[in-house]
């Protein structure tokens, strides 16, 4: 039974394009956050929610928003793709963001941009 | 501005040859200091936290210390399984449990 899981695995898509990642946890924790692996494999935090509130804004796009339905979901979509935005994008969960909490990693969204 | 410096970013072992990695940081007020590990195609998987300085955990072959500035991981009679990539990451006192991740070390062994 997977703790943290993200859909689709896989996303190949041409500029300009939008699309949508999901991510759902299992685990019971408040807080959900999104990351993006570059190239160079540099983990960088995008945005943290607590609660369905937006916690953590990191210098994003406004291209990029987040959206959390309730606290077990956060996903992340992304509007007129760019090259640039290839990269692996993980959802990490936590139990609070009060305590130096462990993040739990779902497997990675490999976005490729054409 | 928090940094997390790792090195080497590579290294190659032959198997049961012991070796340390290593994270260096510079931040604001450390509130953890966390290593996890990456296999190709999956996301970090926890290893260890540390919160102050002269700390160690340990789990199978791998000891994990903290000083004020860095710390170690170190891997004894390493397996081929021992492969992956190690990151290390703090947690700053910024607001929000904010992890700052460094660049990572890919660890091969060779049996």
């Known amino acids: 039974d997977t703790a943290v899981s993200q859909t689709p695995k896989y996303l190949v898509t041409q500029m300009g394009n939008d699309k949508s990642i999901k991510c759902e946890q299992n685990?019971?924790?408040?807080?959900m956050y999104w990351y993006k692996q570059d190239s160079k494999k540099f983990l960088k935090i995008m945005f943290s929610?607590?609660?369905?509130?937006?916690?953590i804004n990191e210098t994003v796009p406004n291209r990029f928003s987040p959206k959390s339905p309730d606290k077990a979901h956060l996903n992340l979509h992304i509007n007129s793709l760019e090259l640039g935005d290839s990269a692996v994008y993980f959802c990490?969960?936590?139990?609070?963001?009060?305590?130096?909490?462990?993040?739990?990693f779902g497997a990675g969204t490999r976005l490729s941009v054409l | 501005e928090d940094q997390v410096t790792q090195s080497p970013e590579a290294l190659r072992l032959q198997e049961g040859e012991s070796s340390s990695l290593n994270c260096s940081y510079t931040?604001?007020?450390?509130?953890?200091l966390f290593w996890y590990r990456q296999d190709p195609g999956k996301g970090p998987e926890f290893l260890f936290t540390?919160?102050?300085a002269g700390e160690e955990k340990e789990k199978e072959r791998l000891k994990a210390t903290l000083t004020k500035k860095e710390s170690f991981l170190h891997i004894t009679a390493p397996k081929p399984e021992d492969s992956a990539t190690y990151l290390c990451?703090?947690?700053?006192?910024?607001?929000?449990?904010?992890?700052?991740f460094g660049a990572g070390t890919i660890l091969r062994v060779k049996s």
């Open positions: 990490a969960s936590s139990p609070s963001i009060r305590l130096a909490n462990i993040q739990y």
């Open positions: 685990l019971g924790h408040d807080t």
């Open positions: 929610y607590n609660n369905k509130e937006l916690i």
């Open positions: 931040v604001s007020g450390l509130r953890g």
């Open positions: 540390l919160y102050s």
């Open positions: 990451a703090v947690l700053t006192m910024e607001y929000g449990n904010k992890l700052v």
